[in-house]
């Protein structure tokens, strides 16, 4: 698939059809999550694949963005103590999340390209999330993705570069 085509046609997928992701194809989106770009390389990033729909149904409990009944959820984590020591409060604060949104956006492109719908999450209470998936102190989930294999096609919202582009400086009018 070229790269412009998974762009423009990666869409948010809430509906999903009752069928597993196989385990290996979940490790295809990992293995593309690692390969994104990490500030000062520290690669703190840390991720939990969740297949086992009861432990899905918990997430979901604390998850009011997790919509659907998703084949996967994965979790994308960050372990905030090794961000602070390689980057100190500018890592663990501003370049983790960084780091952690990055990752993810390969992984939605890489599940695109294989035909898998995927959602990311934000709004979900990273304790309960944390302790759903036995987390140690330290490691703090930054996202989550449902991910399996759609049963709808969104339509692709309008974008517009008109007020939101410049070169060299800004000349919006707000």
């Excluded at 390389?41 to 604390?62: G, L």
Aim: charged share 20%; proline share 7%.
């Amino acid at each position: 698939m070229d790269l412009q085509d998974a762009i423009r046609g990666r869409r948010s997928i809430r509906a999903f059809r009752n069928e597993e992701v196989p385990r290996d194809l979940l490790a295809q989106l990992i293995e593309a999550a690692i390969w994104a770009p990490s500030a000062s390389n520290a690669q703190t990033w840390r991720f939990v694949i969740v297949t086992e729909p009861k432990r899905i149904r918990s997430i979901k409990t604390v998850s009011p963005g997790l919509l659907g009944d998703p084949a996967a959820v994965i979790a994308v984590c960050q372990d905030l103590a090794a961000a602070r020591e390689r980057g100190g409060t500018l890592g663990e604060t501003f370049l983790a999340p960084v780091d952690a949104a990055m990752a993810t956006e390969n992984l939605l492109l890489a599940a695109y390209a294989e035909g898998l719908g995927t959602c990311v999450i934000a709004s979900f209470h990273r304790g309960a999330v944390g302790r759903v998936l036995g987390l140690p102190e330290g490691i703090e989930p930054m996202l989550l993705v449902s991910v399996g294999w759609p049963a709808e096609a969104p339509p692709a919202p309008s974008r517009s570069r008109e007020g939101r582009v410049f070169f060299e400086v800004y000349n919006g009018s707000g």
